[in-house]
């Protein structure tokens, strides 16, 4: 089993490689390619989306012989720039950092009240992309990977009560017996060496924070990533081409990391089954007569101009695009008239993950150096507080100087749960949500943070994101639901209303988890699969 994912891994890395990665990509094994004409009229699989649940599709549809189509809006990072990288820097964002943006729009708005962080760029279809819905904002990846290019690499496992919590009809056992092991072992999850982390100047921001946590009384965990530790150390010797300790993260990463792209999709590339195009946006869905469904796809150049939009017919359909996308799609059908049977549920249950940031000044003393690693491997874990659960992320904030900043992503247990509209006018789905639906997150991250900075006689930062905040609450990292399991979907992903026509990504969590959520997407996608793939329906 093991040698033959590694062929099939080294296999598909050489085709995902030596694509091109400009304009239309088809990226599949050479057989398949020469035999289907450029436009596919009809795939019996077809898997929209790239990232976390699409990958798991993707890859046990190819591993079951089902020739597969994977449509991807975002282009194939895989080209270097003329920098000679296939990322911009953080420092110096250019074109390639965000999606069809005129200036950055980091989350970090600013540095002492300055406007110093966000830059000017040209339109073009970069790997970050923040879609704003008024009062929140969600930051997504686009491109061969979603999410898995641009994101932290944390891959926390949710406490297992909590887990039964959200997802009552799914067996724990077999989650944490079967599935998240698979799915911690595809993505190639590791952990830091602690003697190294105990005496890197790369982490010293994070031992800061957790002896002001300590003195707290509150509990630090080591968080498990997937951005290779290994490498990380070697960059650290000079041994290894730097990325986590060059600053890079949410515009990717050049080294370390190892993405979907690397990963699951490499192997399903490798499987001879299955192709993925770049740059194809699925803009409808409806019920082929024949059986199946029939797409409406957009081909885009990187100028952003339509190319081609066309028809293309499959038996199954695995929406993988992501909480927003997935929900678009869905939400147009029905409200269209394409799929009038889909569940009321559609659109329902989103929330942000309870994500809220925030930072601490320190004390002259408590440097927390000019050398920060980008990969966050420490987490204050105080979700055992009944009245006031939080787990944060000790997050850096590599500038290359000395800043005595301590930064937070606090996810927290938001109740509060948002819905989606389709928007008639602009063919779109918009977030119902409103400024005081985060007053939960909010309060529960000032209650912890209040603690820690009465205890080390520290204040807050309001400099960093915008109007004189110390709570960052208008934007998420972590959209979740829109398709709730067991809601919009069955208990396995599969749609209500509809045979062939299935869910496999972060829309069906119900806007909360407790940690990042990329592991529990991904295993929840290999849990969902093999029963589809057993029983289709
Ligand atoms: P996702 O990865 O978002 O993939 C969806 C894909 O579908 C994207 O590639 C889209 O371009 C594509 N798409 C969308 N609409 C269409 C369409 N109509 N047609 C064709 N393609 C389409 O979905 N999570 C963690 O667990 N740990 C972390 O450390 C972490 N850090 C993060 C940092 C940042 C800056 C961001 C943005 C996210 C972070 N996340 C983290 C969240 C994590 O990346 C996210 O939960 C997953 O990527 C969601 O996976 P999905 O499969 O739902």
Known sequence: MTSNLTRRHILGLGALSTAAALGFTRIGAASAAAVEPAAVPYAPAVVVGSGY?????????????????????????????????????????????MWFRTRTEAPLAQFLWLDVVNRDISPYPGVLDRVNHGAMSVYVGRGVGGGSLVNGGMAPTPRRSYFTE?????????????????????????DIDPAWFESTEWYRFARISR????????????VPNVYDFGHMKREAAGTAPRSALAGEVIYGNNHGKKSLDKTYLAAAVGTGNVTIETMQRVVGVRPD????????????????????????????????AGSLGTTEILLRARETGA???LSEQVGRGWGPN??????????????????????????????DNAANPVFAEIAPLPMGLEHWISMYLAITRNPERGHFTYDAATDSARLNWRREQNTPAVDAAKNLFDRINRRNFTIYRYDLFGGNRAFADDFTYHPLGGCVLGDATDTYGRVKGYQGLY??????????????PFVTITALAERNMERVLADPR
């Not at 885009?300 to 929406?319: H, I, N, P």
């Not at 869910?503 to 990042?516: E, H, Q, R, Y």
């Open 53 to 97: 649940g699409s990958a798991v599709a993707a890859l046990r549809l190819g591993q079951a012989g089902v020739r597969t189509v994977v449509l991807e809006m975002g282009r194939l990072w895989d080209t270097p720039g003329p920098d000679g990288k296939v990322f911009p820097s953080t420092s110096a964002p250019d074109h390639r950092s």
């Open 166 to 190: 959200v997802f009552p009809g799914v067996d724990a056992d077999e989650m944490y017996g079967t599935y998240y092991p698979r799915a911690r072992a595809m993505l190639g999850v590791n």
């Open 211 to 222: 002896k002001h946590a300590h003195n707290t009384g509150l509990k630090t965990v080591f």
């Open 289 to 320: 007569p024949a059986g199946g469904y029939v797409l409406t796809v957009r081909t885009s150049d990187v100028t952003g101009k339509v190319t081609q939009v066309r028809e293309l017919g499959c038996r199954q359909l695995f929406l993988g």
């Open 339 to 341: 799929l009038p049977a």
């Open 354 to 383: 309870g994500n809220v940031m925030t930072a601490r000044a320190n004390h002259l003393w408590d440097t927390v150096g000019a050398h920060q690693a980008t990969m966050p491997a420490l987490g204050i874990d105080d979700w």
């Open 503 to 516: 869910v496999v990504d972060g829309s069906l969590v119900p806007g909360s988890l407790g940690v990042n």
